[in-house]
């Protein structure tokens, strides 16, 4: 759980700030925090939430994580659009909605990546 707070945080910081107070469009915005939040999670996934400390399939973890962490900003991306401007909602209450949708599917796939890959 307390993984899950840090990746919130450095999500959420980037995409506030640089959206607030830089003039950088929400979607950039949305990007910048993806990418930092998903290299801290990586971290917190592997080596503490799930315990696997081997490193012998890493690069097969981090290939599988790149490539679930893009689908995730893409999809965050299409349903920020969706709510943001077609349906009007503030940016920030849109990300809220869709972290949540988003949060249901992530644990069981990242659970899945570091699981599978030490096997």
């Given amino acids: 759980m307390a993984s899950g707070g840090v990746?919130?945080?450095a999500y959420y910081a980037p995409y506030y700030l640089l959206t607030q107070f830089c003039g950088v469009r929400y979607l950039v915005s949305s990007v910048v925090g993806s990418t930092i939040s998903s290299t801290i999670n990586f971290v917190l996934q592997k080596f503490w939430t799930f315990e696997d400390k081997g490193v012998a399939n890493v690069h097969l973890q981090v290939i599988v994580f790149i490539l679930v962490s893009g689908g995730y900003t893409?999809?965050?991306g299409g349903m920020l659009y969706l709510l943001v401007e077609k349906l009007h909602m503030n940016y920030l209450m849109a990300q809220i909605v869709v972290s949540s949708i988003l949060g249901?599917?992530?644990?069981?796939i990242s659970g899945w990546i570091f699981r599978a890959q030490t096997r």
Wanted: charged share 0%; no cysteine.
């Fill in 104 to 108: 249901i599917v992530s644990y069981p």
């Fill in 7 to 9: 990746v919130i945080v």
């Fill in 74 to 76: 893409v999809a965050n």
